[in-house]
């Protein structure tokens, strides 16, 4: 059922699939918010490691977690009214983010305000849970995947460009490590949601991606 803000919609996958390119690209077209889900456990993995947080203490990670006010602003994303968007895409932030969600006490505190942030509806969301546990009752999911090696190809095609200095194969173990981590966890593991629709985008364009889902948005509204 369609609500008055819209559909939500979910997309789950491993990293380097292309959830956020394809996730941004969609929600233009519809008309609808984009909700980068992995950025709100970045933000918590970056303050804890500023502010040497033990990433194993349920009770501190609780406490930190109230203490952050994160919104998003556009393409910016913001903690406690500071900007952090360049510093939470930093790779050691991203594997630190691996880790700590897995922390139960950061995974309650992140769907509750996940869960705020999409009110209303009109939300493309994009994670590793958002079709299992954030939102089960979204509408329409995807489980966008590709082959690990493509996935690095293009993370470090995008390091490269950003002009970081970084081999190739560590980047692929990094992925391999991540998938690994976010897959084999207990609390809301990586995996495909009952009725998610399935997208290999090893082959296809960002656009070729998106047009494939835009086509399975308007057959669930029929
Ligand atoms: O999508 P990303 O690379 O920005 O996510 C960073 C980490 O956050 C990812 O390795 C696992 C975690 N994550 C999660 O546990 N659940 C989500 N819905 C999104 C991300």
Redesign the pocket.
């Known amino acids: 059922m369609e609500g008055k803000g819209g559909l939500i919609v979910t997309i789950d996958g491993p ?1 380097g699939a292309g ?2 390119t394809a996730a941004r690209m969609l929600a233009k077209r519809l008309g609808y918010r984009y909700l ?4 709100t ?2 933000v918590v993995a970056l303050k804890a490691i500023e502010g040497k947080v033990d990433p194993e203490d349920d009770e501190a990670l609780r406490g930190l977690c109230r203490e952050l006010r994160i919104e998003f602003s556009g393409e910016r994303v913001l903690c406690n009214g500071e900007d952090v968007t360049d510093r939470i895409r930093e790779q050691e932030v ?1 594997m630190a ?2 880790l700590i ?1 897995q922390r139960r006490a950061v995974r309650e505190a992140m769907v509750e305000l996940q869960r705020r942030l999409a009110a209303g509806g009109g939300v493309v969301a994009e ?4 079709g299992t546990v ?1 939102f089960p009752q979204a509408e329409v999911k995807f489980y966008l995947d590709a082959s690990l090696s493509e996935r690095a190809r293009r993370r470090f095609r995008e390091l490269r460009k950003k002009g970081k200095e970084v081999d190739f194969t560590e980047v692929l173990e990094e992925l391999s490590r ?1 998938d690994r ?2 897959s084999e966890r207990e609390i ?1 593991p990586l995996k495909r949601a009952p009725g998610a629709l399935y997208i290999d985008s090893t082959h296809l364009s960002p656009e070729e991606v998106v047009e494939r889902m835009l086509q399975e948005v308007e057959r669930r509204r029929a």
């Open positions: 990293a959830k956020s980068d889900t992995g950025a456990y970045r991203g983010a691996s969600s994670g590793r849970d958002t954030v991540r981590q976010d809301a």
